[in-house]
């Protein structure tokens, strides 16, 4: 697979990097909140329980989304690095640049 000279690699590493940095941050802030339920040691009423279930589950979904995203960004600075970002996984063809500046992390061209 040839290297992509009609992207600028650094402009998407630095994006990548800002993308990876905020989705850590989010991911530090969710854990903190998860944690910060199952702390919790004076509930008493079902209504509060349920509330707080519901909450949990919703943080975990969240959080599961983030790791993928993380796991994501993370494929793509590999990529950077090995000269082969910027290519459909499925096809091989190159992704748009459009596509790539909406979404530096994209797997795919579609």
């Known amino acids: 697979m040839p290297k992509r000279d009609d992207l600028d690699l650094d ?3 630095e994006k990548l990097l800002k993308e990876k940095a905020r989705i850590e941050k989010e991911i530090a802030d969710v854990e ?3 944690n910060t339920i199952a ?3 004076e509930i008493d009423d079902v209504e509060d329980m349920a509330e707080l279930a519901v909450d949990n589950d919703r943080d975990q979904g969240v959080l599961q989304t983030l790791k993928q995203e993380l796991h994501d960004v ?3 600075l590999k990529k950077i690095a090995e000269g082969t970002y910027g290519f459909d996984e499925k096809t091989g063809e190159p ?3 459009e596509r790539l500046e ?3 992390a994209a ?4």
Do not use: G, L
């Open 95 to 97: 992704i748009s640049k």
């Open 74 to 76: 993370e494929e793509a």
């Open 39 to 41: 702390a919790e040691d």
């Open 102 to 104: 909406a979404y530096p």
């Open 11 to 13: 402009y998407f590493k």
């Open 107 to 110: 797997r795919t061209a579609a």
């Open 32 to 34: 903190a909140e998860i």
